[in-house]
């Protein structure tokens, strides 16, 4: 019945408690933007997942929202498991999602999401990244609302790209995406009023 | 194990009570290696009915239910939803339901098990009908002879 690629992962321990745990600290990073928190070490995620993305998609995901995994991280187990804990749905397409979960690698262009409506900007799409580190890359420096000056920042998601896709949405506020980068056990966010500038060595 | 005989050890084992359960099957779930896939949790779930089989249907109430999910080291799943708070009640259907998914494992749960508690729920609802039955009082209706 189950194969080992089929298989449904448990969920949190202590669901109540431990999702209200790290949506408090999602609450925390998106409007401290840069922020790290982190998910306690007794996940056991679907192997393509690293555990901070598994707890957040736990702690944020339900019947309501949309979701879109990316080609690598879209396969029965995964699909299986979050459709168990959350009873989300998953679309195929970009635009109709609410939340996309991609990999560094294959991270879709900003601009085939959903950006919300000028009278619901707040129903855009989330990205949630997962990255190789957030000590590798080149060092930016975050400004904007929820930073007192400005906060060095370090991820290996990103790149010249990303940066450009979100100054082009930049205009376009308050419409926007929001992202949640992911490694390992830790977290933090980026949402679409924090801009970011490379710092010049 | 076909979807019906699923269906039977569900509908036997959820109105069996966990005392009855644990009478007839002489193992405890420390004796099997098993996942916990979701923890016995207890929530709430909308009961629908309907007047005399042909009316609107409305929401008549919330149903207290606990249910639980779990794996077993070979990979089957078993899953057990009961009303009320009775974790270790879920937890029992939930690893029976399991085990009976496993070939050759399947015919003892249900004669260890399934068949006695059948049994069981059986004569008390008999013997509830008989008693009911002791108890019947006809109505009768004078006629007073006009045509």
Redesign the interface.
């Known amino acids: ?4 690629q089929n ?5 949190l ?3 109540v408690l431990e999702s209200q745990q790290i949506f408090r600290q999602l609450l925390k990073s998106m409007s401290e933007p840069g922020v790290i928190g982190n998910c306690e070490d007794n996940l ?1 995620q679907p192997d393509c997942l690293q555990p901070a993305t598994y707890a957040v998609a736990l702690s944020l995901l339900d019947q309501d929202t949309a979701l879109k995994l990316s080609d690598n991280l879209d396969n029965e187990s995964v699909r299986d498991t979050l459709r ?2 959350n009873g989300i749905p998953l679309v195929n397409d970009w635009k109709q999602a609410d939340f996309v979960i991609c990999n560094e690698d294959e991270r879709p262009d900003l601009d085939q999401l959903n950006i919300g409506n000028e009278s619901w900007p707040d129903q855009s799409c989330t990205l949630i990244i997962q990255c190789q580190s957030f000590y590798k890359g080149i060092i930016y420096r975050a400004s904007g609302p929820g930073i007192k000056q400005s906060r060095k920042i370090r991820c290996s998601a990103f790149n010249g790209t990303l940066i450009h896709q979100r100054e082009k949405l930049a205009s376009r506020f308050p419409l926007g995406i929001d992202l949640i980068l992911t490694s390992g056990r830790d977290f933090f966010c980026i949402p679409r009023t924090t801009t970011l500038i490379a710092e010049q060595n | 194990m076909n979807i019906q005989q699923r269906q039977d050890l569900h509908a036997t084992l959820t109105r069996s009570s966990l005392g009855d359960i644990q009478r007839c099957w002489q193992k405890t779930p420390q004796d099997y290696d098993y996942q916990i896939l979701r923890a016995p949790e207890t929530g709430m779930v909308m009961a629908v009915a309907r007047t005399e089989n042909s009316g609107e249907p409305f929401n008549l109430g919330e149903v207290t239910v606990t249910r639980c999910a779990l794996r077993l080291s070979g990979g089957e799943t078993g899953i057990g939803y009961v009303t009320g708070r009775n974790e270790q009640h879920a937890l029992h259907i939930a690893l029976l339901d399991a085990l009976a998914q496993i070939k050759g494992q399947s015919e003892q749960v249900f004669s260890q098990v399934i068949e006695p508690l059948k049994q069981r729920i059986n004569d008390n609802h008999k013997k509830q009908q008989q008693e009911t039955a002791a108890t019947r009082v006809d109505f009768l209706t004078m006629v007073r002879g006009e045509d």
Do not use: K, L
């Not at chain 1, 019945?1 to 080992?4: E, G, Q, R, V």
């Not at chain 1, 298989?7 to 969920?11: L, R, S």
């Open positions: 019945m189950n194969t080992a298989q449904i992962f448990p969920g321990h202590n669901p056991n168990f804990h």
